[in-house]
């Protein structure tokens, strides 16, 4: 629509690529694309995180899965290096892809190189920009996929987890976190993480 920024057109244009994937989450008895319910509980976060945003801060947030189904888990290694080398991955390219939107609805390519370069979380525990990026992906982590998680993973390993990323977030994520609701299980298990 002619009437609209740049940003509302470059997030109606990402949700749109959110929105092309193929997995379904039931939210509220609503079938909803997943990377498009996860970009919204991103954002929904960066509101809690960040008292004032800049644009292209809520751009990364809302890029940082970008068309993550594309390129699944499974194609890379077993174990931490495959897992790291496909994180990597999938951050360069949503990165790239978020930065080509942007300049294709007005935004200056120093702007998208920024937006890319957050999304690759360079500057992790620098700068502020990247670190709500962070922040905001280990919430989610944690709000909605952790209690999954600990019933795949074996006891020592899933507190290592629960320590790295407490490491990796701020001190206000740090407080949101701890005011999640978890079950008696999850919560002994942040608790011991956080007493090691």
């Known amino acids: 629509m002619p009437d609209?920024?740049?940003?509302?057109?470059a997030i109606a244009e990402l949700d749109a690529l959110h929105a092309g994937d193929p997995r379904r989450v039931d939210v509220e008895g609503q079938s909803l694309p997943l990377e498009l319910w996860h970009a919204g509980r991103m954002s929904a976060w960066l509101e809690r995180v960040e008292d004032a945003p800049s644009e292209l801060v809520q751009l990364a947030v809302r890029s940082q899965h970008l068309q993550r189904w594309e390129v699944p888990r499974n194609e890379y290694p077993e174990g931490r290096v495959g897992y790291l080398t496909w994180r990597r991955d999938q951050g360069k390219r949503a990165g790239e892809i978020t930065a080509r939107v942007m300049e294709?609805?007005?935004y200056a390519a120093e702007d998208?190189?920024?937006?890319?370069?957050?999304i690759r979380k360079q500057g992790l525990g620098r700068d502020p920009a990247t670190q709500a990026v962070e922040d905001c992906a280990c919430l989610v982590f944690l709000e909605n996929y952790f209690a999954d998680f600990s019933?795949?993973?074996e006891h020592e390993h899933l507190v290592r987890i629960v320590q790295m990323t407490w490491k990796k977030?701020?001190?206000r994520a740090r407080e949101l976190a701890l005011e999640l609701p978890m079950s008696d299980e999850a919560r002994a298990v942040v608790g011991e993480a956080l007493a090691g």
């Open 4 to 9: 609209q920024t740049p940003f509302q057109r």
């Open 104 to 106: 294709a609805v007005g």
């Open 112 to 118: 998208a190189a920024e937006v890319s370069r957050m």
């Open 151 to 153: 019933k795949q993973v």
């Open 169 to 171: 977030m701020s001190p």
